[in-house]
């Protein structure tokens, strides 16, 4: 009897680490295909049919999180694991919200990596330990994760405020008033519960809104 190895799709833009994640499982999966940015993704996961996507969140042209839901909305069976460095607890609610299966810290992904495939495989959600628990401490507590969806003139906004523009140069490159650019602003804070811009900004570093 053929046992049918679970097919992988790899979605990140650091060559030298996909090409290491392939080396890391070739020996118990079948490795259909390396991807560099979302766009990509979407097309090669139509293309090839894969069990299961390991997915970067920060990646060119469209980012894992919103690759992750627009496959949810076309109806995609392979199970997505997210493989980032980012263990911050907001994009770990967002990715689980657009559809994940997994999330599992790169620096972990030696020891976790493999582990979660199979259990992605068998219907379950894994998460990296310290992930997990830090998880099940801000879901039970009176803190639970923010969920907050960007508008496309949010992107927008945040997109130019990481690139170093002012509030008035936002406004006038979108068409806006600056109490509107500011209202963009103050509602991408409040809804992420951010305080500061900084924060913001690095906000959207995380999410690759900065190469959208």
């Known amino acids: 009897m053929i046992v049918m190895r679970p097919r992988i799709l790899i979605a990140d833009d650091h060559k030298m680490f996909a090409q290491g994640l392939a080396s890391l499982l070739e020996d118990e999966f079948d490795l259909v295909g390396m991807v560099a ?3 990509a993704l979407l097309e090669q996961t139509n293309l090839l049919n894969p069990d299961v996507i390991i997915v970067d969140i920060s990646m060119p042209g469209l980012n894992g999180l919103e690759a992750i839901r627009r496959l949810q909305q076309e109806g995609s069976s392979a199970k997505v694991v997210v493989l980032t460095m980012h263990a911050d607890q907001r994009l770990v609610s967002e990715a689980l919200r657009c559809g994940a299966k997994g999330y599992v810290l790169k620096q972990s992904a030696g020891e976790d990596l493999i582990f979660a ?3 992605v495989m068998e219907s379950r959600r894994y ?3 310290a992930i997990e628990s830090e998880w099940q401490t801000t879901t039970t507590g009176a803190i639970e ?3 907050f969806n960007l508008t496309p003139r949010q992107r927008e906004v945040l997109k130019l ?3 170093g523009h002012t509030m008035k140069e936002i406004a006038t490159n979108l068409g806006i008033s600056a109490r509107t650019a ?3 602003k103050y509602e991408m804070m409040q809804g992420l519960g951010i305080e500061s811009t900084a924060e913001l900004i690095q906000y959207g570093i995380k999410l690759g ?3 959208t």
């Open 127 to 129: 998460m990296t330990p």
């Open 117 to 119: 495939i199979r259990e």
């Open 209 to 211: 809104i900065t190469s």
């Open 37 to 39: 940015d979302g766009f």
């Open 182 to 184: 500011e209202s963009h």
């Open 145 to 147: 994760p923010k969920h």
């Open 161 to 163: 405020l990481s690139r």
